[in-house]
C-alpha cells in the first residue's frame, strides 16, 4: 500500500489547528497551488526538526471541485461534494473548501508557524475560509464536559478503518474527510440534569461508561451513531478537537474513512432524516455552521499532483 500522509492514523495530539483554503481563479492558479501542497511534508520535515517530541504532523486534503481542476483524468472513486441535510428544525449546512489542511502536534506554535509558512508560500492564489485552532480540553473531553472520541478505532484497526486499499488501488493509502464545525449552546446544556445530558449522550459523564440498554435512549448520541451491520460496527478514524472563546466555541469534527457513505450514514441518523422517527438528542444543544468533504491523498500521489 502506498505510504499514507502522517497524520491520519496517529492517535490526536494535544493541540490542532484547521485551515480550509478557497483557491482564486482554480485554472489559472492550479498548478502553482498543487506545487506547493506537494511541498508541505518536506516543509513539515523542517520545522519538526526543531522539536522532535512535539510530533509535527500535517495532511492536505483536496475538495471535490478542485481535484478535477488538479488531476481532472484521475479521481478517487467516491470523492464528491457534502449534501446538506434539513430536518425538524436542524440543519447540517454544506460550505466546501478546496484545500483543508489539518495541523497537529503537542505545540501550539509549531502549528502555527506551518499555517502560517503554507499560506504565505501560497500568495495570492488562496483566500482562508476558515482558521479553527482545537485544544485539548481536560482529559479529553468535549466542551459538553464528555469524554469525546470513545469509539475510535485502537492500534492497526485505524488505518485499516481510515485508508483505502485494493478496493481503489490507484488512490490506496489515501483517505476520505469528512468536516462539520458545530458551535454548542453551552448555556442551554448547562442548565439542563445530568441525567438529562447523559441520557443526550449515553454515556456516563464521570468516566464514560455507556449506558445499559434498560435506561439508554434510542436518540441519545451514541445510539444514533454506533451503527452495526452484518455484525461488524461501522467505523471512522476520528480527530475532533474542542475550539473557542468565551463568545462562541463548539467542536471541529473531522473523520478519516476508506468510505464517506460511513460518516454520511451516521450524520442522516443524528439529524433524523433515517426513517425511522427519531434524531440524536445531542443536536438539540448544538447547531453545524459548515460541513464539507475533501481527500487525502497518499505521499505518492500529492507528489505526484505537484509536478502537474
Same mark, same amino acid.
Request: proline share 6%; glycine share 10%.
Given at each position: 500500500?502506498?505510504?499514507?500522509?502522517?497524520?491520519?492514523?496517529?492517535?490526536?495530539?494535544?493541540?490542532?489547528?484547521?485551515?480550509?483554503?478557497?483557491?482564486?481563479?482554480?485554472?489559472?492558479?492550479?498548478?502553482?497551488?498543487?506545487?506547493?501542497?506537494?511541498?508541505?511534508?518536506?516543509?513539515?520535515?523542517?520545522?519538526?526538526?526543531?522539536?522532535?517530541?512535539?510530533?509535527?504532523?500535517?495532511?492536505?486534503?483536496?475538495?471535490?471541485?478542485?481535484?478535477?481542476?488538479?488531476?481532472?483524468?484521475?479521481?478517487?472513486?467516491?470523492?464528491?461534494?457534502?449534501?446538506?441535510?434539513e430536518a425538524g428544525g436542524r440543519r447540517a449546512?454544506?460550505?466546501?473548501?478546496?484545500?483543508?489542511?489539518?495541523?497537529?502536534?503537542?505545540?501550539?506554535?509549531?502549528?502555527?508557524?506551518?499555517?502560517?509558512?503554507?499560506?504565505?508560500?501560497?500568495?495570492?492564489?488562496?483566500?482562508?475560509?476558515?482558521?479553527?485552532?482545537?485544544?485539548?480540553?481536560?482529559?479529553?473531553?468535549?466542551?459538553?464536559?464528555?469524554?469525546?472520541?470513545?469509539?475510535?478505532?485502537?492500534?492497526?484497526? $485505524?488505518?485499516?478503518?481510515? *485508508?483505502?486499499? /485494493?478496493?481503489? #488501488?490507484?488512490? !490506496?493509502?489515501? @483517505?476520505? +474527510?469528512?468536516?462539520?464545525?458545530?458551535?454548542?449552546?453551552?448555556?442551554?446544556?448547562?442548565?439542563?440534569?445530568?441525567?438529562?445530558?447523559?441520557?443526550?449522550?449515553?454515556?456516563?459523564? $464521570?468516566?464514560?461508561?455507556? *449506558?445499559?440498554? /434498560?435506561?439508554? #435512549?434510542?436518540? !441519545?448520541?451514541? @445510539?444514533? +451513531?454506533?451503527?452495526?451491520?452484518?455484525?461488524?460496527?461501522?467505523?471512522?478514524?476520528?480527530?475532533?478537537?474542542?475550539?473557542?472563546?468565551?463568545?462562541?466555541?463548539?467542536?471541529?469534527?473531522?473523520?478519516?474513512?476508506?468510505?464517506?457513505?460511513?460518516?454520511?450514514?451516521?450524520?442522516?441518523?443524528?439529524?433524523? +432524516?433515517?426513517?425511522?422517527?427519531?434524531?440524536?438528542?445531542?443536536?438539540?444543544?448544538?447547531?453545524?455552521?459548515?460541513?464539507?468533504?475533501?481527500?487525502?491523498?497518499?505521499?505518492?500521489?500529492?507528489?505526484?499532483?505537484?509536478?502537474?
Open positions: 500500500m502506498s505510504e499514507s500522509q502522517a497524520g491520519i492514523v496517529p492517535e490526536p495530539s494535544q493541540h490542532a489547528r484547521f485551515v480550509i483554503l478557497r483557491v482564486n481563479d482554480a485554472v489559472r492558479n492550479a498548478a502553482p497551488v498543487a506545487r506547493v501542497l506537494a511541498g508541505v511534508p518536506g516543509l513539515v520535515a523542517k520545522i519538526a526538526a526543531l522539536d522532535r517530541r512535539s510530533r509535527l504532523a500535517c495532511t492536505v486534503s483536496v475538495g471535490p471541485e478542485f481535484w478535477d481542476v488538479i488531476s481532472p483524468q484521475r479521481r478517487p472513486k467516491g470523492l464528491r461534494q457534502f449534501t446538506p441535510i449546512p454544506s460550505t466546501g473548501g478546496d484545500v483543508l489542511l489539518h495541523i497537529l502536534s503537542q505545540r501550539v506554535d509549531l502549528n502555527f508557524e506551518i499555517a502560517a509558512r503554507i499560506v504565505n508560500q501560497l500568495g495570492d492564489t488562496v483566500k482562508v475560509d476558515q482558521d479553527v485552532v482545537g485544544f485539548r480540553y481536560l482529559d479529553g473531553r468535549d466542551l459538553t464536559g464528555f469524554i469525546d472520541g470513545t469509539e475510535n478505532p485502537k492500534g492497526k484497526e $485505524r488505518a485499516k478503518v481510515a *485508508l483505502i486499499g /485494493k478496493e481503489d #488501488p490507484d488512490f !490506496a493509502g489515501g @483517505s476520505y +474527510v469528512f468536516t462539520q464545525r458545530y458551535v454548542h449552546d453551552l448555556k442551554k446544556w448547562g442548565s439542563i440534569p445530568l441525567g438529562e445530558q447523559e441520557g443526550a449522550i449515553g454515556r456516563r459523564k $464521570r468516566d464514560s461508561k455507556e *449506558l445499559s440498554d /434498560k435506561v439508554k #435512549p434510542p436518540s !441519545a448520541h451514541i @445510539s444514533r +451513531v454506533v451503527i452495526e451491520e452484518n455484525g461488524e460496527e461501522l467505523e471512522i478514524v476520528r480527530h475532533s478537537f474542542p475550539y473557542g472563546t468565551v463568545n462562541e466555541a463548539g467542536l471541529f469534527f473531522i473523520a478519516y474513512s476508506k468510505t464517506l457513505d460511513i460518516p454520511e450514514r451516521m450524520l442522516r441518523r443524528m439529524m433524523g +432524516v433515517e426513517g425511522d422517527g427519531l434524531h440524536d438528542h445531542l443536536m438539540d444543544f448544538t447547531q453545524a455552521v459548515t460541513g464539507a468533504h475533501f481527500f487525502a491523498p497518499s505521499l505518492r500521489v500529492l507528489k505526484a499532483l505537484g509536478k502537474g
